[in-house]
């Protein structure tokens, strides 16, 4: 009787722990702050990394799709969509109760050529480009009505002086394409969430621009939810202060914060901050120094970068919806190859072989005070 009696203690202490274990994760600790993700690649998606899997439907409560989703996947030829890979990943959301993002409608970069152009290279008519956005963002959209949660409707459209880039877009409609691509949204979804995304948002004059088009939305009667701060920053810019400043500017404009695509770099880059995917320089050993590991002091201040970031998300939860870091482990990261080709870098919270690096056990202390 006795021996009954000390295995059911046993295992019922067992499997306790293990339920505390399970439960001890950052969707957990943030679960009444705000939303905390991680953007998913293919094999993740289809499951054939089962590794990374396991800890997304552990640690975190939204997902986006890192890539397939932008209009040269969904849509490589006009009228021609390929949704597979899009559906496993919404899919996937649901069935884990994850908070879906569709990432990105209009976008000048990873867009399919004929998007712009007539049968003989030329550029379309505004008329033209207009119906091929309204098909696009429609079609997409009203597919996942009701499912994907919130969606980045346009995609790093201003720069870091506050002028508008010069994309295709931007070259055939001028500032128009953005209250279009966000009217087509809503019409295709009145109750997703909609939001403007872009990297370097910290930068005074890009605020001062896209704080503008929130409120040029707002004026036309077409709703725009939040701004993505993508945050791809790295060890010295941008500073804390500057950041804030950045947040508080959103929010008084009336939508919600989304820090979307957070990494932060342990490497220098030749050029300050950027993530602009066309910025490419040849390789060069000074700008690969840590090929196998991070020294000590290295570490150390990239741990307590996270620290500084996450305190200031905590600080402003009331106005932030969501965090999500772009990628699961370092191995996966876009910055191992930019804006350097063959580089080293360590920028999220699980190391390359799948371990939960030290930093995560600090952010969940952080939440759970």
């Given at each position: 009787m006795k021996r009954i009696i000390l295995f059911s203690l046993m295992t019922?202490?067992?499997?306790?722990?293990?339920?505390?274990?399970?439960?001890?994760s950052l969707k957990k600790a943030f679960q009444d702050k705000f939303y905390i993700g991680t953007a998913m690649n293919l094999e993740q998606i289809h499951g054939t990394d089962q590794k990374s899997v396991d800890i997304i439907k552990q640690q975190f409560s939204s997902i986006v799709a890192e890539n397939c989703m932008k209009s040269m996947y969904l849509q490589p030829q006009e009228g021609k969509f390929f949704f597979d890979d899009a559906d496993k990943f919404v899919e996937f959301g649901e069935k884990n109760k994850m908070f879906i993002i569709g990432h990105t409608l209009i976008w000048h970069s990873q867009a399919p050529d004929w998007f712009f152009v007539d049968k003989n290279g030329n550029n379309v008519s505004p008329e033209v480009l207009k119906q091929r956005m309204k098909e696009h963002i429609t079609t997409i959209v009203s597919r996942y009505k009701g499912r994907v949660k919130g969606w980045d409707v346009v995609n790093e459209a201003i720069m870091e002086d506050g002028s508008y880039r010069k994309s295709k877009f931007y070259e055939i409609l001028g500032e128009e394409f953005i209250p279009l691509a966000f009217k087509y949204a809503q019409e295709a979804d009145p109750e997703a969430e909609l939001y403007y995304n872009d990297y370097n948002e910290w930068y005074p004059e890009k605020v001062k621009t896209v704080t503008q088009i929130v409120q040029n939305l707002k004026s036309k009667g077409i709703r725009i939810d939040g701004v993505g701060m993508q945050a791809h920053v790295g060890l010295d810019s941008p500073s804390i202060?500057?950041?804030?400043?950045?947040?508080?500017?959103?929010?008084?404009?009336?939508?919600?914060?989304?820090i979307t695509e957070l990494d932060i770099s342990a490497l220098s880059s030749p050029w300050g901050t950027s993530a602009n995917i066309a910025d490419k320089v040849e390789y060069d050993e000074k700008m690969n120094p840590y090929k196998k590991s991070l020294p000590g002091d290295v570490q150390s201040k990239w741990e307590n970068r996270y620290l500084d970031f996450f305190k200031l998300f905590l600080k402003h939860k009331k106005d932030i919806r969501r965090v999500t870091l772009w990628g699961l482990t370092d191995s996966q990261s876009w910055k191992n190859d930019f804006p350097i080709k063959g580089r080293t870098d360590y920028p999220l919270l699980f190391d390359r072989q799948y371990k939960t690096k030290p930093i995560v056990e600090k952010i969940i202390k952080l939440a759970e005070k």
């Open positions: 019922f202490v067992a499997s306790n722990f293990n339920a505390q274990k399970a439960d001890h202060n500057e950041y804030e400043e950045a947040i508080i500017a959103y929010s008084e404009s009336g939508v919600k914060v989304n």
